[in-house]
């Protein structure tokens, strides 16, 4: 794992102020997120208002902050693609491929009808058009770039990813218990969001630090994972979970045995 250092722009936050932002978020976001599912109306616009609002509130920080260069340092790492193929490979089929073999293992796994070549067609839409640049690069140039990066730098990446994954947890719940049933499978759903966070913050802080700043990488990762729980070959909500635990797991013990 490289350990190029992101981009500076992180500096641009006091400890303080990242704390203070973070809640705001958060709070911003369960208002925006659970205000339509209790009215019955679609989460979609709450969603979009949450990620660019939360991208804007935090550039206005940092340019105050830092400057107005403190903002290009930021948004440089969403062009960073010169990342090494091994990083490259891990963010654009490491979960994809991990999922599909959680669902072979587990009897979740469907043979494709129309051949391989309309599945992957399908996954490389969801993940890098319509999910990436429509959604998660913004989103994670706020979580990660603004938020997650602080943490990771005063208390290293495992324990700042850990310490990110609260919030980003959080923000999620209205769209975990929406439209469930009943008590029991909002209370599973949630459970999963809670094993979901600090795999998903874990492999994408590392991602970032291995990659030495590559928000474009982040947020096609962050997308890819989203994109692999709508596989046509996996029957089942479940095994895309599982695979991004496996890469997850996988990620900080090769980590750990290199850092010895």
């Known amino acids: 794992m490289r350990t190029t250092t992101p981009s500076p722009a992180v500096d641009a936050f006091d400890h303080r102020s990242v704390v203070r932002y973070t809640i705001i978020t958060t709070a911003l976001g369960l208002v925006l997120l659970g205000a339509p599912a209790l009215v019955g109306q679609p989460s979609e616009p709450g969603i979009l208002v949450l990620t660019y609002g939360v991208l804007l509130g935090g550039s206005v920080l940092t340019a105050r902050r830092a400057g107005p260069g403190s903002i290009r340092l930021l948004f440089r790492g969403l062009l960073r693609w010169r990342i090494g193929w091994v990083n490259a490979a891990v963010v654009a089929a490491a979960v994809p491929i991990a999922t599909i073999g959680v669902a072979a293992v587990t009897g979740t796994y469907v043979a494709p009808q129309g051949g391989w070549l309309p599945v992957i067609g399908s996954y490389l839409f969801a993940t890098f058009v319509y999910g990436a640049l429509a959604l998660n690069l ?12 602080h943490f990771m730098g005063r208390y290293g990446v495992l324990k700042g990813s850990a310490l990110a994954a609260i919030p980003f947890a959080i923000v999620h719940i209205p769209l975990q218990v929406r439209g469930t049933s009943g008590m029991r499978e909002a209370l599973v759903n949630l ?13 994408l802080g590392r991602t970032d630090y291995a990659t ?35 890469v997850a797991a996988v990620a900080l013990v090769v980590d750990v045995v290199r850092s010895r």
């Open 138 to 149: 913004w989103e994670e140039t706020g979580w990660q770039g603004m938020v997650q990066r």
């Open 212 to 246: 030495g700043g590559s928000l474009l990488a982040v947020g096609v990762l962050h997308a890819s994972f989203n994109a692999s729980g709508k596989l046509s070959v996996v029957d089942a909500d479940w095994p895309y979970v599982g695979g991004l635990v496996v």
């Open 191 to 203: 459970g999963w969001l809670f094993l979901i966070a600090p795999s998903m913050r874990y492999l």
